[in-house]
Nanobody, 125 residues
Framework: QVLLVESGGGSVQAGGSLRLSCAAT????????VAWFRQVPGKEREWVAS????????YYHESVQERASWSQDNGKKTYSLQLNEVKPEDAGMFYC??????????????????WGRGTQVAVSS
């Protein structure tokens, strides 16, 4: 059974940093693409960033392009997103997602069949 477990959410001050981690278990072969989505009340879940673990290629939404970076521990299948210079608009519920194909072109929630339960991020100004 595929399981994605997020960690690292919480409250952070604007201008600070946060690190969101996603631990993946149950994948028969490998994780082809892992991503983070953010959702705020009343709005759809939106894509934030993706990583193709096998190649290390990364993709970022323009809103975090200059502030985010991925790291991975392939042995533990744990993938982390570091977000620096956090802004109030970064707040929301962050969900880890995984797909059965590599990342290029995957921006929609429909492309990701596997989801974690989410971790809340609050930003204080």
């Amino acid at each position: 059974q595929v399981l994605l477990v997020e960690s690292g959410g919480g409250s952070v001050q604007a201008g600070g940093s946060l690190r969101l981690s996603c631990a993946a278990t149950g994948f028969r072969y490998r994780v082809y693409c892992v991503a983070w989505f953010r959702q705020v009340p009343g709005k759809e879940r939106e894509w934030v960033a993706s990583l193709t673990p096998s190649s290390g290629l990364t993709y970022y939404h323009e809103s975090v392009q200059e502030r985010a970076s991925w790291s991975q521990d392939n042995g533990k299948k744990t993938y982390s997103l570091q977000l620096n210079e956090v802004k109030p608009e970064d707040a929301g519920m962050f969900y880890c997602a995984a797909a059965d194909t590599t990342c290029p072109g995957l921006w929609s929630t429909k492309a990701f069949p596997y989801w974690g339960r989410g971790t809340q991020v609050a930003v204080s100004s």
